[in-house]
């Protein structure tokens, strides 16, 4: 079984000030964790994906998140955040055992404040 | 070059109507998926296929019927819609044979049942 809690359906940065969207997980098997963005009335973008490799993994657009296996934590962090950032932001995880089955988060709504 | 589209973009309907949604995708992948997004924005996956096989039917009821004349289209077929069905549906694809593998959405099929 796995799971994924977003810990803040709402987030509200100044522009300019750095972001932090929380997010844990738990999962019996090693993961796969994503960050995809979602801006209004748009699809599905993938920011950032953690496999196995560097456990700090580089996005799209300034967007970074750290895997913390003892915390079982997934947090996305950009340094500043800009107005084109207000989005909805879905942290996923992949359980990566023969076809892939992901569950995600219950989002967490940026907001950029002028 | 769309990777992922669907059609229609919006679709508005009485209940009891029957509908479909089509998906199509032209990344070469063997595994496509659709997702049901609640007004709340909670993704929750209802199938998945692989090379035209179902292998994940999230207990979606039986008047939702998901169709894959070939690996690259899937379709979803809805009988006798109700008021509950209006949601975003979101198609996705991906090459799971990839330890890396990411899913890649459609914009998404905007449903109204009246």
């Known amino acids: 079984a796995q799971s994924v809690t977003q810990l803040d359906s709402h987030v509200s940065v100044s522009e300019g000030t750095p972001v932090l969207l929380r997010c844990n997980y738990s999962?019996?098997?090693?993961?796969?964790l994503f960050w995809y963005v979602q801006h209004p009335n748009k699809g599905l973008q993938l920011l950032l994906k953690?496999?196995?490799?560097?456990?700090l993994v580089k996005g799209i657009n300034g967007f970074e998140a750290e895997f913390k296996k003892s915390e079982t934590s997934f947090h996305l962090t950009k340094p500043s955040a800009h107005m084109s950032d207000a989005a909805e932001y879905f942290c996923?995880?992949?359980?990566?055992?023969?076809?892939?089955?992901?569950?995600f988060g219950t989002g967490t709504k940026l907001q950029v404040i002028p | 070059d769309t990777a992922v589209s669907q059609t229609p973009k919006y679709l508005v309907t009485q209940m009891g109507n029957d509908k479909s949604i089509k998906c199509e995708q032209n990344l070469g992948h063997d595994t496509m998926y659709w997702y049901k997004q609640d007004s709340k924005k909670f993704l929750k996956i209802m199938f998945s296929y692989n090379n035209k096989e179902l292998i994940i039917n999230e207990t979606v009821p039986n008047r939702f019927s998901p169709k894959s004349p070939d690996k690259a289209h899937l379709n979803l077929h809805i009988n006798s819609l109700e008021l509950g069905d209006s949601a975003v549906y979101f198609c996705?694809?991906?090459?799971?044979?990839?330890?890396?593998?990411?899913?890649?959405f459609g914009p998404g099929t905007r449903l109204l049942v009246l």
């Open positions: 996705a694809s991906s090459q799971p044979a990839l330890e890396q593998e990411t899913q890649y």
């Open positions: 996923v995880v992949s359980d990566r055992r023969g076809y892939q089955k992901v569950t």
């Open positions: 999962s019996s098997y090693s993961p796969s």
């Open positions: 953690y496999t196995s490799a560097a456990t």
